[in-house]
Each structure stands twice: as structure tokens, then as C-alpha cells.
């Protein structure tokens, strides 16, 4: 059974970057699409970024061109590089498949974007 964590998030200035990282506990391999997703206070789940198992990736309009979406199969981890961060990018950040697994949902990690 694969579970995900989530981790990496933390309090950074706008203009800034983090890495967020996803750790799987059994394989992703067999999982086609991987996304990460971000949830803001008040405002539904979104899906921001998606990557195939064979590395095509697609980003919303959002944060296009400012994050990137990368996975490592052999080492069940997907990671998030966010750069130029800015106040609407805070929210809490979650993986999944695309389509997500309603029963795979973590606690995800939380990124605030402040001065």
C-alpha cells in the first residue's frame, strides 16, 4: 500500500524558493501521473503541476515558469521546485496521483510566502 509524505515547506520572503519533497512508501513507478497540489485558506484544493511516468510535465497558468515538477522513480520521491514565490502561492501542498487517491491524501506541508 503506498502512502505519502509530504515535506520541505516553511516561511520564506516573496521573491524566494523552496523544494518541496514527496516520499512514497511502496512504489510510485506504477503510478502514470503524479501531481502536487495546494490548498489555500478558504479556497478549494488545486491541482498546480503533473509529471508521467516518462517525465512530460504540465503546470497550471499559475506558476508557469516559476515551479518545477520532477520525480525519481528508483528512489519513490517527487519533488517541487518553487522559485520567485510569491504571497498567492501560499497554501498547504499535497501529492497525489492525477487523479488523486481520496484515500491517499497526507497532511501535507505548509508554505507561507511573507515579508
Known amino acids: 500500500q503506498v502512502q505519502y509524505v509530504e515535506s520541505g515547506g516553511g516561511l520564506v520572503q516573496p521573491g524566494g524558493s523552496l523544494r518541496l519533497s514527496c516520499a512514497a512508501s511502496?512504489?510510485?513507478?506504477?503510478?502514470?501521473?503524479m501531481g502536487w497540489y495546494r490548498q489555500a485558506p478558504g479556497k478549494q484544493r488545486e491541482l498546480v503541476a503533473t509529471?508521467?511516468?516518462?517525465?512530460?510535465?504540465k503546470y497550471a497558468d499559475s506558476v508557469k515558469g516559476r515551479f518545477t515538477i520532477s520525480r525519481d522513480n528508483a528512489k519513490n520521491t517527487m519533488y517541487l521546485q518553487m522559485n520567485s514565490l510569491k504571497p498567492e502561492d501560499t497554501a498547504v501542498y499535497y501529492c497525489?496521483?492525477?487523479?488523486?487517491?481520496?484515500?491517499?491524501w497526507g497532511q501535507g506541508t505548509q508554505v507561507t510566502v511573507s515579508s
Open positions: 497525489n496521483a492525477d487523479p488523486p487517491f481520496t484515500w491517499l
Open positions: 511502496g512504489s510510485i513507478f506504477s503510478i502514470v501521473v
Open positions: 509529471i508521467t511516468r516518462g517525465a512530460i510535465t
